[in-house]
């Protein structure tokens, strides 16, 4: 499905399969020197097809289609990267310079990569059998073309930078937390921001940490702070469907993120434990009846997840971490939790 959303930009759907986000938004701008596209989807013939569909029936083919510029690198935004180059060699890609340094060591550096993250995963308490099956479940690991083209031909973009399309002017955000190098995209003439996956209407963005020595709770909220300065009055995000009020919808975000936090401190008064333990005994928006019924891939998404509040409250001084046996646990820090204890409702 396609819909012109302000004139010459269009609005694509393109399924996702095998994925409860279902859809992903993708965006052409179309002029008369350059038709752009921000971002893809899975690597799904389906999808390719889907998208494809959706360009041709406003006369921009394929093989017409001249910039490609990422929101980010997840592999449900990139995935079809290999299959528009296969059709035209001459697409510039575009991506934030951060994304495409980690594009770089997936796919130069792809064993000391997969190892560094089996061992952040063991030291955060999971199971080095669970951990060691990382690429099974794991969809960065099955789309490794994209990543290459990331790291041999993107051009890295930077905060600030304008990038010109036909009458309009996209504004690059830096707005890391979803992942290190996502940008969002600020149009001023309209008030619009191309949200990516920074701010989605219902759904609560997933902030993830998955390596030692990054915050990305923290850059997060800092990422809401700055976004929320805008005048905007139409958000484009890349999931579910175009809104409008996007303060109100920041308010709502950092009250789910104040809301979880609690109930990480709630679980962990029950003793000194593992960020796997911890995320096992806190809620989650899923439909599962218990943790072990949890595929590999959303137990390692809630493990992300566990960290990253974990961090925060511990740089709020109100937990500290001990190592034991090269694994990490969490207990609480004698300081009494100020954080409200409102009843939650939260993805």
């Avoid at 009055?233 to 979880?260: G, M, S």
């Avoid at 939790?337 to 409702?345: C, E, G, K, V, W």
Wanted: proline share 6%; glycine share 4%; aromatic share 10%.
């Amino acid at each position: 499905m396609i819909k012109e959303v302000f004139p010459n930009i269009f609005q694509i759907s393109v399924p996702l399969p095998y994925n409860p986000l279902g859809h992903l938004n993708s965006y052409l701008i179309k002029s008369v020197e350059k038709n752009l596209l921000i971002d893809t989807g899975l690597d799904f013939p389906q999808a390719f097809q889907s998208l494809c569909t959706g360009l041709s029936e406003v006369d921009v083919p394929p093989e017409e289609l001249t910039d490609i510029l990422l929101t980010h690198f997840h592999v449900d935004h990139v995935g079809l990267i290999p299959r528009f180059r296969e059709t035209s060699k001459k697409i510039k890609l575009s991506i934030h310079h951060v994304e495409a340094e980690i594009s770089k060591l997936i796919s130069r550096q792809f064993e000391d990569y997969k190892k560094g993250m089996i061992t952040f995963l063991e030291v955060n308490g999971m199971p080095l059998s669970t951990a060691t099956k990382i690429e099974r479940f794991h969809p960065a690991f099955f789309t490794p073309q994209a990543y290459k083209e990331l790291a041999t031909s993107a051009f890295p973009v930077q905060d600030g930078q304008e990038i010109p399309v036909g009458d309009y002017k996209l504004h690059v955000l830096w707005t890391p937390g979803h992942s290190p190098g996502h940008i969002c995209l600020y149009e001023p003439s309209l008030k619009t921001l191309f949200s990516g996956d920074h701010l989605l209407p219902t759904i609560s963005p997933h902030v993830a940490q998955s390596a030692e020595n990054t915050d990305p709770l923290t850059d997060y909220l800092k990422s809401l702070e700055k976004t929320e300065k805008l005048d905007v009055e139409v958000v484009l995000p890349a999931h579910e469907e175009t809104f409008t009020n996007h303060r109100e919808r920041i308010a709502q975000l950092k009250d789910h993120h104040e809301q979880r936090l609690a109930e990480f401190m709630d679980a962990i008064k029950t003793g000194s434990l593992t960020a796997y333990t911890l995320a096992s005994k806190v809620h989650w928006n899923v439909n599962y009846k218990s943790w072990d019924e949890f595929p590999l891939f959303q137990k390692y998404l809630a493990l992300g997840e566990t960290v990253a509040h974990l961090n925060l409250l511990e740089q709020r001084g109100l937990i500290r971490r001990t190592k034991v046996d090269q694994v990490i646990f969490y207990e609480i820090n004698g300081a009494e939790s100020q954080i409200s204890r409102r009843p939650l409702d939260v993805s």
